[in-house]
């Protein structure tokens, strides 16, 4: 058993506000370097929380033999290469979603990660939301019967402020992005609560804000702050000819939503961003709460909900790697990451074509 899990991070946006939280309040788990962009922000980061090593240079924080897990926090284009070394140098890896920017990089991670003996995961923390978690198991207890339709509504207004930078999210080649950002979390969220995967998928993407300031100037927007998509579900224990809406924006006002829907047989089922919990039976006219533990926030960090998740994530996998174990129940695995980049790369697919693609 190993006292004391050290820990290397790559990137200083989600780690540096959610991850790195976490991590120090679990027992048994140290920060002992992080690498950004910048050795700025790396420093100002170590300086934050007390890291003794920093560095812009993300190979040293994988390089260092007293590091047992990387967690990877940059933009998706750099995933790939950043994942296959720490999964070559023996570290257990927890990898930010979208997996990577393609099918082909995702299967490569995935092929490397089987021939590993580490724990290999991607960060869909939201799964460990303790609302999330007793919804999975009334699901199976057939609490709404089988699952004829899904829904999903998310909004984030904040990038509809038009003064917002160009950035990493603002450009395609990085991997930035709705589709990949938030509808992974989605396309994650159904597979797992579901236990099936989509089987078509018919997406449109949209740029509201077209231009965004940058170095004086302005830039070109590539990416979508708008992803759309209507999908099939294949039939399982839980589905029936199933199907489902996901509308994700990033510029709808006014307040913030990540609300998941299901709509089965015998009821309907509920869950808000916080993991909230209600359901409905047939007949019924009004949601009847469940009586679910939220679970904890980070303080200073808005309640979206994930830091919530994460706050569940991160001791399980303390404590996995503690005891030697290279798996977690209901963890994502770089198998399911796989699985949500082969919907996003349909979606995108089907963007293109205005088609609906078959997965």
Not at 74 to 82: A, G, I, Q, S, V
Not at 265 to 288: C, F, P, Q, Y
Not at 298 to 316: C, H, N, Y
Request: charged residues 25%; contains cysteine.
């Amino acid at each position: 058993m190993t006292d004391t899990v050290k820990i290397g991070i790559i990137g200083s946006g989600f780690a540096r506000k959610v991850q790195i939280p976490a991590f120090l309040k679990c027992e048994g788990a140290e920060i002992v370097s992080i690498a950004s962009g910048t050795l700025a922000n790396a420093q100002s980061a170590a300086k934050e929380f007390s890291i003794e090593h920093f560095t812009d240079d993300w190979h040293e924080t994988v390089n260092r033999k007293d590091v047992d897990l990387v967690c990877i926090t940059t933009p998706p284009d750099l995933h790939r290469d950043m994942v296959i070394a720490a999964l070559e140098n023996e570290k257990h890896v927890l990898a930010e979603k979208p997996m990577a920017m393609n099918v082909v990089e995702a299967e490569e991670m995935a092929a490397v990660a089987r021939n590993s003996d580490v724990l290999a995961l991607i960060d869909h923390e939201l799964r460990f939301q303790p609302g999330r978690q007793r919804a999975f198991q009334m699901l199976r207890d057939g609490a709404i019967g089988k699952v004829r339709h899904a829904k999903y509504n998310f909004r984030a207004p904040h990038r509809g402020d038009a003064s917002l930078p160009w950035n990493w999210w603002s450009d395609i080649d990085q991997g930035g992005g709705a589709l990949g950002a938030i509808n992974s979390h989605i396309i994650d969220s159904f597979n797992w609560l579901l236990g099936v995967e989509m089987s078509s998928v018919f997406c449109q993407l949209q740029t509201h804000i077209k231009r965004r300031p940058y170095t004086g100037g302005t830039r070109e927007v590539t990416t979508d702050d708008e992803a759309n998509m209507l999908v099939n579900f294949a039939d399982g224990e839980l589905t029936d000819d199933a199907t489902g809406l996901i509308s994700v924006s990033m510029v709808e006002l006014p307040e913030y939503m990540n609300t998941l829907e299901l709509f089965g047989s015998d009821g309907a089922m509920k869950i808000g961003h916080r993991g909230e919990l209600s359901v409905a039976k047939n007949g019924e006219t009004e949601w009847s709460d469940i009586d679910v533990d939220l679970g904890d926030v980070i303080e200073g960090v808005p309640d979206t909900g994930f830091s919530r998740g994460f706050m569940q994530l991160a001791p399980k996998i303390i404590g996995a790697i503690r005891s030697g174990k290279t798996t977690i129940e209901h963890a994502a695995t770089f198998e399911d990451g796989l699985s949500v980049q082969r919907v996003l790369d349909a979606a995108r697919q089907s963007n293109s074509k205005r088609a609906v693609v078959r997965l």
